[in-house]
């Protein structure tokens, strides 16, 4: 056994022998001083711990210190009643520290007693009952959530064994506390108890056995009691203090001090306002400033000297985070930085600065935020924020949308310009820049302003700058429309529709589909430019039909077709379609070629001679409808409709392909065509 071990045990038991054998007063008055300097030293330790593990041997040397202070307590009082003598220190807390009145003396006595009882040990022995009741009752919930994060990859196997030790151990610690915080409470009523005994018991023996007078044995023995009660008093408040920071101590960075002065001092304008305030009351109330401005003026010299702290660390904080800045670029293991990505980002070259300048009267960004409204109600879909930049690189009237980095469309636009685009009423041609208009393709020209006003008067539609950027970004953002939708923002639309729809959401996720799967189906209706706004009702279809299937574009036709009244009221008119219809023969030539996989899964097989016949029949309808001014939208049975969809997609991406199932009964459908093989 070690020195340090064996030293331990030697000193509890020469604590117990202290209340057997009599102790002569020069080792009692050091013992004494002794008790007290043990006593702050544990104050003090308590006070410099972060968290209440830290001193984990607490409850432990609460018991052994109170047993030592009750052992010198019986050899004290066996001291004053046998010799009418405590030693030193009694006698200075006696006749010193009281002024030599025991009437004072167990005044203060009596207030240190409540001090100690009544206000620190009751609190802190609720406290620590409180503790330990809340920390037996968290224990299974933290080792549930360390080992989900064990199972989820965030701890390794020797982390979580440390952080289960820890749990269980805080659980041990408040346990402790709860059961020492009785030993304080016991100890401070030994205390009084010792302190009648004392003065009863030395009265008595004063004149029975010393031979006192009664004003002298009063005297004498009072006063030697209560300096003797005081002794002891006064290690026992600091052990009781100790304790109830150690049981309030919450989560913090830092010890005590640390925690006092960064939480409470660190508002140097509420410091302000104190100092104001003790001016205040010193100028018109009878206190006076002699007492108030003093303590005014150390508030308000502190509350300086903070801001002027804070300010110097703000400006070496700006500086190392720009020295850690430039110290990520030049080294090259840290550019991880860089591998972050916008989602969409609209640079734009020096001369159309301007557009995105409000004080120059700029509205580009009104116009963006008008587009992601717009795609909110008219498709269901939040369009991430599109972040302006100007780059140098691109010639001054030029722009350019990128989709994660990379160019999906660009353009140019003239300031001082209009673009005028002929609607096809055999305009005169007019001066100007020749473009093709970029949202359309269609061909347009850049007037200048003093042309403005004849172009219109011949018939042409006059579009400013703004709005042309405008018109191209809807439109390249809807063909890009299923892409912005990934994940995460399915994820969100799926946690929107369960504060309305709890129930649904949690039939269908992930007991049925995935966030994945549910992303797949959503970007199929996007890819055909059909709006999941109505997200309940597509979630009732996904729901009915994903007991039977989990294929993304099987279940993408049933929610088509739960979207009757949807489909019908964006591409009828006035209750009237005009649709070309896929011919008897067209039908069987593609339901012959769908095949089926082992796995359930169907796609198109075919005879690439026939995929080019269909795909040439296909292509010369749709050019005689887009000739006579129409919009060409194909009609065919739900079997196929995907299928057919797949072959116009090659020749023209935006024309619509529906299915029977998807109109409502009472719209009228006339057929400008019908294509056959």
């Known amino acids: 056994m070690k020195i340090k071990e064996f030293s331990v045990f030697i000193v509890v038991i020469l604590i117990v022998a202290m209340m057997i054998i009599p102790l002569p007063t020069l080792l009692l008055d050091f013992l004494l001083i002794f008790n007290i300097s043990l006593s702050l030293m544990i104050l003090l330790v308590a006070m410099n711990t972060k968290e209440p593990l830290d001193f984990s041997i607490f409850p432990t040397a609460i018991l052994i210190t109170t047993l030592f202070r009750l052992a010198l307590n019986v050899s004290t009082t066996r001291s004053i009643l046998s010799k009418a003598d405590g030693g030193k220190v009694i006698e200075t807390f006696g006749s010193f520290v009281i002024g030599g009145s025991p009437v ?33 009752d968290a224990m299974p919930g933290k080792q549930m959530s360390i080992d989900a994060d064990m199972n989820a990859g965030l701890l390794s196997e020797q982390d979580a064994r440390a952080r289960r030790t820890k749990v269980e151990h805080e659980a041990d610690f408040y346990g402790a506390m709860d059961g020492a915080s009785k030993f304080v ?18 009265f008595a023996i004063g004149m029975t056995i010393h031979g006192m007078g009664f004003a002298e044995a009063a005297s004498t023995f009072t006063l030697l009691s209560v300096g003797d009660g005081l002794v002891s008093q006064v290690p026992a408040l600091l052990i009781s203090t100790a304790t109830g920071i150690t049981v309030t101590r919450a989560a913090s960075e830092g010890n005590l001090g640390a925690d006092i002065i960064k939480q409470i001092f660190s508002n140097a304008k509420l410091l302000y306002i104190v100092a104001g305030t003790m001016l205040t009351l010193g100028i018109f109330t009878p206190i006076g400033l002699f007492l108030t401005l003093p303590v005014a003026g150390i508030l308000a010299f502190s509350a300086y000297k903070m801001q002027t702290t804070d300010k110097k660390q703000e400006l070496l904080n700006e500086q190392m985070e720009m020295e850690g800045k430039e110290e990520d670029i030049s080294h090259p293991e840290k550019v991880i930085s860089l591998l972050q990505l916008d989602t969409l980002e609209l640079e734009i070259g020096y001369g159309l600065i301007p557009l995105a300048d409000q004080s120059q009267g700029g509205d580009i960004l009104d116009r963006i935020v008008m587009i992601r409204r717009q795609f909110a109600i008219e498709l269901g879909l939040v369009i991430p924020t599109i972040r ?31 673009l005028a685009m002929s609607q096809g009423m055999g305009d005169e041609e007019i001066e100007g820049i020749q473009v093709t208009e970029p949202a359309f393709g269609l061909p347009a020209i850049w007037v200048s302003m003093e042309a403005k006003q004849r172009a219109e008067l011949m018939g042409y539609m006059i579009v400013d700058p703004p709005s042309v950027i405008a018109t191209h970004l809807t439109e390249i953002l809807k063909q890009y429309a299923h892409q912005l939708l990934r994940r995460e923002e399915t994820k969100e639309l799926v946690e929107n529709l369960k504060e309305s729809h709890p129930n649904l959401v949690e039939e269908l996720v992930p007991n049925l589909l995935t966030i994945g799967e549910i992303q797949k189906v959503l970007q199929n209706l996007l890819r055909e430019q059909i709006s999941i706004r109505d997200l309940a009702a597509i979630f009732e279809t996904l729901a009915d039909y994903a007991v039977y299937t989990k294929d993304p574009k099987v279940l993408t036709e049933y929610v088509r077709q739960s979207l009757t009244r949807q489909i019908t009221e964006q591409y009828a008119d006035a209750g ?19 095949q089926q996989t082992e796995a359930g899964v169907h796609y198109l097989s075919m005879d690439p001679q026939m995929s080019r016949k269909i795909i040439e029949e296909l292509q010369g309808q749709m050019e005689r409808v887009v000739k006579a ?34 109109l409502e009964p009472t719209i009228e459908i006339q057929s400008i065509g019908v294509v056959n093989i």
């Open 104 to 136: 004072i003396g167990f005044v203060v006595f009596l207030i240190l007693v409540v001090i100690q009882f009544l206000v620190i040990t009751k609190g802190s022995e609720r406290v620590a009952e409180v503790a330990a009741r809340f920390t037996l």
């Open 185 to 202: 409470k016991g100890d401070a009523i030994a205390g009084i108890i010792i302190l009648l005994i004392n003065i009863i018991g030395g």
């Open 388 to 418: 302006i930049r100007d780059n140098l690189q691109l010639t001054p009237n030029q722009y350019i949308l990128k989709f994660r980095g990379n160019r999906i469309a660009d353009g140019e636009v003239y300031l001082d310009h209009f």
């Open 576 to 594: 009237v379609i005009n649709v070309l219809t896929a011919g008897a023969t067209l039908e069987k030539g593609i339901s012959d070629s769908i």
């Open 629 to 662: 001014g129409g919009q060409p939208i194909f009609l065919t049975s739900p079997s196929i409709r995907m299928y057919l969809k797949q072959f116009v997609d090659k020749i023209m991406p935006s024309v619509p392909v529906l299915s029977y199932t998807e």
